[in-house]
């Protein structure tokens, strides 16, 4: 049973980079079958869909954060980060990591429990 | 983009209903959608993907079905554990987008 955990500080400062973790326990982070995704949800909104990391190195970011995202893999380490640059208060959301699987089509089919970050001086 | 629209918005239904939702792509996406449970506090839950495949371990009261620019989830009998919000998600084209959700309550 895979097992995805978020980490990071819950509080950002404005114009400074967000960083997260996700821990991933019962699988490989470096299986070809996956894409290590985050996703956001800011509060009371829908879901955004931030970027992924393939095993391979390669990358796809939503255009709309692209220039402000880089979203890495460990495979020392078994997790994945997340870095989002210049964050303002429209980047306060709670940030889920996510595995997008190519049996189901890449749907995201397991998530970790989210993390809460503000951005505020 | 391709731009996902969810409709009803906001649902009131009783237990036992059958209820469906509608999704609509602003273009043809296949059969390449997802659809996703979401509690409040919760993550999203996968139900659904290529449109009609019920993910393991989901109720089999869930269905999907569509092609193209339009999809509907149904719900057969709506039971006490499945007031939460729905969204759909298209698979076929980056950036992955999703509706806006629907949110279903209890009448």
């Known amino acids: 049973q895979v097992h995805l955990q978020e980490s990071g500080p819950g509080l950002v400062k404005p114009s400074e980079t967000l960083s997260l973790t996700c821990i991933v326990s019962?699988?490989?982070?470096?299986?070809?079958?996956?894409?290590w995704s985050w996703i956001r949800q800011p509060p009371g909104k829908g879901l955004e869909w931030i970027g992924y990391?393939?095993?391979?190195?390669?990358?796809n970011y939503n255009p709309s954060l692209k220039s402000r995202v880089t979203i890495s893999v460990d495979t020392s380490k078994n997790q994945f980060s997340l870095k989002l640059s210049s964050v303002t208060a429209a980047d306060t959301a709670v940030y889920y990591c996510?595995?997008?699987?190519?049996?189901?089509?890449?749907?995201?089919?397991?998530w970790g429990q989210g993390t809460v970050v503000t951005v505020s001086s | 983009d391709i731009q996902l629209t969810q409709s009803p918005s906001f649902l009131s239904a009783s237990v036992g209903d059958r209820v469906t939702i509608t999704c609509r792509a602003s273009q043809g996406i296949s059969s390449y959608l997802a659809w996703y449970q979401q509690k409040s506090g919760k993550a999203p839950k996968l139900l659904i993907y290529?449109?009609?495949t019920l993910q393991s371990g989901v109720p089999s009261r869930f269905s999907g079905s569509g092609s193209g620019t339009e999809f509907t989830l149904t719900i057969t009998s709506l039971q006490p554990e499945d007031f939460a919000t729905y969204y759909c998600?298209?698979?076929?084209?980056?950036?992955?987008?999703f509706g806006q959700g629907t949110k279903v309550e209890i009448k």
């Open positions: 990391n393939y095993f391979t190195g390669s990358t």
């Open positions: 290529a449109a009609s």
């Open positions: 019962g699988g490989s982070v470096s299986s070809a079958s996956y894409y």
């Open positions: 998600q298209q698979l076929n084209s980056y950036p992955r987008t």
């Open positions: 996510a595995r997008a699987t190519l049996a189901v089509v890449t749907a995201f089919d397991v």
